[in-house]
Structures are given as C-alpha cells and as structure tokens.
C-alpha cells in the first residue's frame, strides 16, 4: 500500500493539480462529523462577530459567510443551536445562547450587565410592531375523567380539575377572622364555613379530617383570647391558613387578578406580590399541577392579565432579584425545626411538613409529612419545645406548655381535643405560622407553598 501512486491524473496520463477554491469544492454530502465541524466553525463567526460588537445576524448574511453549506443544512444547523441550551458562546459579555427572534439569531448572555434596561425591552421582538395588537384565545380542558380516578366518579361528576369555586369560603373566612380579632368567635366553628369546606374538591372523602382542623384553630384560640395583641396576630394567621390550606387555586387565581388592590388580599397574599423594575408581577402556585402560575398587572391600566412566556422567563433568571430568596434556609436564619407547605404528588395537593434546616450553604431536605404519622408523641414533645422557645424570648407561649397539652384529650366546649395526628398537626402547622408572624428569636419558623417551592424542597 505503501508504494501505491495515489497522484490524480487526465486520461492522457498529465497530472491534475486538486488546489479547488473553498468555494467551487462541491460539499454537498454530509457525515455527522463533517456537521459538527461545520458547527464549529459557525460558533467561530459569531464570536467574532461579538468581539466587534455584533450580537446580531440575519439567516441571508450567514448564507453568504458560508456558501459552501447547503441551505438545508445550515438552516438546520442554525436550529439545533438555538434548541440546544448547551450550545455555548463565549464573548466578553461572558457566556451566553443564540436565540432566535423576529429573523436574527441573536445573542442572548447568560447575566446582563445593565440591569437598567426595562424588562420590556429585553422581551420585545425587533422590530417592535406597535401597532398589532392580536389577543390569544386560552381554552382551559376539564379534566373530569383523571379527577374520576383520584377521588372516584360521583365526586368526577360534581366536580372538574381546579372547578372549585371558594369565593364564599373567602367571605365566610374573612368574618370569621373578624370574630376571632375582636375576640368573639363563639360557637364552635361556623356551620356556614364548614358547609362551603364540604363543596370542596379536595374535601371529597375526607371531610372529618376537614372539620377536625378547622376545629383546631378553635383550640389555640381560647389559648391567645384574653391576650388581644396575641389574639390580633393570630386572626391573621388563621386567615392565612385558610387561604394557604382550603381556597381553591381558581378562587385564588380570580381574586388575584380581579381585586389585587384589596387590603386584605395584599397582605393575605403578601408572598405572592412582586415588584420589579416599577411593575407588579403576581405569582402563586396551582395547587393542582404543582406550576408556578404568572400575572402581568398593566401599571397604566391596571389590568391584569397571565404573564407571557417570554416574561415568565425572564423572571424565573432573576433570583437574585426574587424578594422570596433573600435569604436562605438555614441554621442561621431559620428554627431548629420549621414548616412549610408541599405539593404531595400522590395526593396531588398541597400538604403540611416540618423540617430541619441544613448548615449554612447546606442543601434542604424533602423534611416529613406530618399527618400520615398515627403517633403523636414526637410532635406533643415538639410543641412543648416551641412553648419554651416563645417563653425565653418573651412571648406568649400559646398554651404550649405541659399544663395545657397533658389536658390535651379532654372535650370541652372551649377546648376542642388534641386526640389524632390531625388534630396535633394542624396545632404545629398554626404554632410555626404563629412563631414565624412573631419573629421569634429573630428567625423564620414557616415557609408558604410559593416560598418552599422556590427554595428547592424536594418532592421525594
């Protein structure tokens, strides 16, 4: 082989010189290799591109750059590096992706420097038509049949996914907040607020355990009621509670969107209201889906309306700028044991857990479901701790004290029983929510559906 004369001749035996120009060689079969050598030699001209201040270009001016590469495949190229996130440029600006918006692919860097720049005009197409205005129809599907298999077909027929209309459960909680601020919540829980508990699609087959804690906001209760600066912070948490752990994700959603200028919305739903860069973004989790839901307040019109993709984007890079992960869960800045609501994708809803902060830097746990649990010995001891933690910081202890729970079983008509881990979960879940809105010892105690999400609990 080695003494093989691979020299190209003419018929008349003269050599071919093989020195063809780039252009004129024909390149019209491709093998893998050749495809990702073509890559990177299109990733080469776009970072120089970028070094001279281009971050810009059009498909026509990369079809002149590269005339050898058939159309077909440079288009699809140019695709399979938009589509891949890990196809990376480097430029001076740093890192980045190409995108591909209005006709340029354009560089989009993975931090921007000026952070001054209007969202709006990160987000907008180039050219900006400012004159087309074409609103897009959402058609929301019911999900009957897959509600059919998690709680059985005559609930699927009175109900549909995400159906549950609690507006009056919202009114019902809002007067009884009311009674329990001026402290004459009497009575035992009202009937009214039980009977729109019951409509619930998540009360299907569990409404004992519903009443059961509702009953418990009863019991710590008559532990604050002749305390009325205790008593007024507890009125809130309840509220809280039950906008958290019994509202519909579609009731939240219509309040959220129609009355987000209500006082009590605003500070029910304080977590859920973001400002940034002199507008206001409202997120709350679907309960449901476990999806962080968007939306976009027009800051002249004041109308509100689902945030597009482009800006949810947008604000799901921004956690630096995210009032929700100022600070992190840790030893430093969260009690030895916390709270926080969870979606249970078993249950598909949202659940309490307690958990145990990691060390600074630390990664947080998936923590433990409370009431799935028969024994309550653990949480009874855990109660009593939290009682001695608010009495060393000066605070009322709640009637988180040994004297209190050991009467723990007994049935009163101010003292509801703490007698099942739903009773005894559903006094931690109020305890930490009380501790948190007190500020105890200076640390946070609950976390809220939206803020555990974003803090990265794990859901297994």
């Not at 004159?131 to 509600?147: A, L, N, Q, W, Y």
């Not at 804690?213 to 948490?237: C, G, H, N, P, Q």
């Not at 010995?377 to 709640?398: M, P, Q, V, W």
Request: charged fraction near 30%; include cysteine; aromatic fraction near 8%.
């Amino acid at each position: 082989m080695e003494t093989c004369d691979y020299l190209c001749k003419a018929g008349n035996g003269s050599p071919m010189a093989m020195d063809v120009p780039l252009q004129d060689q024909d390149t019209s079969t491709y093998d893998e290799y050749t495809a990702r050598y073509q890559m990177s030699t299109i990733r080469g001209y776009l970072e120089d591109l970028l070094s001279r201040g281009q971050p810009f270009v059009t498909f026509e001016k990369l079809q002149l750059q590269f005339e050898t590469i058939p159309r077909a495949l440079l288009a699809s190229l140019m695709s399979e590096m938009v589509e891949q996130n890990e196809f990376r440029i480097s430029s001076e600006m740093g890192e980045g992706r190409i995108v591909y918006r209005n006709g340029y692919y354009v560089f989009q860097p993975d931090s921007i420097t000026d952070i001054s720049i209007p969202i709006a005009i990160r987000l907008a197409n180039v050219p900006v038509p400012r004159d087309v205005f074409e609103p897009k129809h959402v058609e929301v599907k019911e999900e009957v049949d897959e509600i059919e298999g998690l709680v059985g077909t005559d609930a699927a027929k009175k109900i549909a996914a995400e159906g549950d209309d609690s507006e009056e459960l919202w009114n019902q909680a809002l007067e009884w907040r009311d009674e329990i601020a001026k402290g004459t919540a009497t009575g035992g829980v009202p009937e009214e607020l039980i009977e729109e508990v019951k409509k619930l699609r998540e009360s299907a087959g569990i409404i004992k355990s519903q009443t059961e804690r509702l009953e418990m906001i009863l019991w710590m209760y008559a532990m604050v009621k002749e305390d009325a600066a205790v008593r007024s912070i507890y009125a809130d948490v309840v509220l809280e509670y039950l906008w958290d752990e019994f509202v519909s994700s579609a009731t939240k959603r219509e309040l959220l969107s129609v009355s987000f200028m209500n006082p009590d919305i605003r500070k029910v739903a304080a977590d859920s209201f973001w400002e940034y860069e002199g507008q206001t973004y409202i997120r709350l989790i679907n309960s449901f889906t476990n999806t962080i839901e968007y939306i976009c307040i027009d800051p002249a019109t004041s109308i509100s309306a689902p945030c597009s993709k482009a800006v949810v984007e947008v604000l799901e890079k921004e956690r630096g700028d995210d009032p929700l992960l100022k600070k992190p869960i840790d030893l430093a800045h969260t009690g030895y044991e916390y709270g926080f609501l969870l979606y249970n994708p078993k249950k598909r809803r949202l659940v309490f857990k307690k958990g145990k902060p990691p060390p600074p830097r630390g990664k947080v746990t998936r923590g433990s479901e409370c009431s799935i649990n028969s024994a309550t010995g653990y949480e009874i001891e855990l109660l009593k701790r939290l009682g001695i933690t608010l009495a060393s910081d000066g605070k009322h202890d709640l009637g988180l004290n040994t004297n209190e729970l050991e009467k723990r079983r007994r049935l009163t008509d101010a003292l509801p029983p703490m007698t099942n881990s739903i009773r005894v979960c559903t006094v931690c879940d109020l305890a930490l929510r009380m501790m948190n809105a007190m500020r105890v010892k200076g640390k946070r105690w609950y976390y809220r559906d939206l803020e555990a999400k974003l803090h990265g609990h794990p859901l297994r």
